[in-house]
């Protein structure tokens, strides 16, 4: 498939369409997906006579209006022929985002896609970002209430019955302010015996609290930290969220906080949308960026912190490239 030179009728036809449907989405129900949809306002315009100056005939319609179960829009995705880098329709997908934006007061999400790679932009968070895959219906809704109603981090309280010591404060400070710089990876480096579990217990609250996640999945390397994230962790300091130990197929929708080792996930990740997890955390990160088990980490679209008790001086550099450590040193130490 990949050899393959489409048009972008036929790219859309033959490949974003079946995307879609895998994704969970009925391309031929109008209630989900408007094909083609115009696009009103001064962004349109704007957009239609820049086209003319530079002599192309196009006009203000976005290639799929996705929508939420209430008849709003969700998310738009700009498509191009297989040949052209899908980041050329950027400012276009912008500008329909802004039109929309304008008329019904919402802001879309953005997928700009050659059918062969998708990438994924919500201005309120993060960068534009490749993706494996377009996101379920549910999982967009999710993301649009948390960029409608999530709250500054760190004006938010740490619970301090989870945590107390200096020094697991800063750690989540460290975290908050790389997600309001639009960063969404961490990596924090904490000796053994101080309280890596219940920091990562205090993050998920807070970060919950603040509707920047709903869906938690620890990701352990041992059975044991596992267990022990599952039993210690979420039990004792989060005990009114509903749980769940992905210990083979099954993963329970219901549920807002995992657990799993990686090799279960590795076994099951491809199951689930790509935004199926707000955020990952993974316990000894430094043995799980490897191989198949960092093709787990890179499918989701995620919140992701690292927890490590090796001293930095040893990690890998991959490991730090992976999570994006500034100057090649951790989030936290």
């Known amino acids: 498939m990949f050899n393959e030179e489409y048009t972008e009728s036929q790219t859309r036809k033959k490949i974003i369409d079946k995307l879609l449907i895998t994704a969970g989405w009925d391309i031929n129900d109008q209630s989900q997906i408007i094909p083609e949809f115009k696009i009103k306002g001064a962004a349109a315009y704007n957009f239609r006579a820049a086209q003319k100056d530079q002599g192309r005939n196009e006009s203000g319609f976005s290639d799929y209006l996705l929508l939420d179960r209430k008849g709003d829009p969700l998310a738009i995705i700009e498509a191009k022929k297989t040949s052209r880098d899908p980041i050329a329709g950027k400012k276009q997908a912008e500008d329909y985002a802004d039109g929309i934006k304008s008329e019904k007061g919402i802001e879309p999400l953005m997928f700009l896609t050659n059918g062969y790679e998708i990438w994924f932009w919500n201005r309120k968070r993060y960068p534009l970002y490749m993706v494996h895959g377009f996101f379920s219906r549910e999982d967009l809704e999710r993301i649009v209430f948390q960029n409608r109603f999530n709250e500054n981090l760190l004006d938010m309280k740490i619970n301090t019955s989870i945590i107390d010591r ?168």
Not at 166 to 176: C, N
Not at 179 to 194: D, F, I, N, P, Q
Not at 303 to 326: H, N, Y
């Open 166 to 333: 200096d020094y697991q404060i800063e750690a989540l400070k460290r975290v908050f302010n790389n997600l309001e710089r639009k960063r969404k990876k961490s990596l924090l480096v904490m000796a053994t015996g101080t309280g890596k579990t219940r920091t990562a217990m205090a993050l998920i609250d807070v970060l919950m609290r603040a509707n920047w996640a709903q869906r938690v999945l620890f990701l352990a390397d041992r059975e044991a930290l596992a267990d022990q994230a599952f039993s210690y962790g979420f039990k004792q300091h989060l005990p009114n969220e509903a749980r769940c130990f992905i210990r083979s197929g099954e993963v329970k929708g219901s549920a807002r906080l995992f657990v799993s080792t990686i090799q279960t996930m590795m076994e099951n990740f491809n199951k689930l949308s790509p935004a199926f997890f707000d955020v990952i955390i993974t316990d000894e990160c430094h043995r799980s960026i490897y191989n198949k088990w960092r093709d787990v980490l890179s499918y989701f679209h995620s919140i992701q912190v690292g927890l490590t008790a090796t001293p930095s001086d040893f990690i890998d550099r991959d490991t730090f490239k992976f999570f994006e450590c500034e100057g090649g040193a951790p989030t936290f130490n």
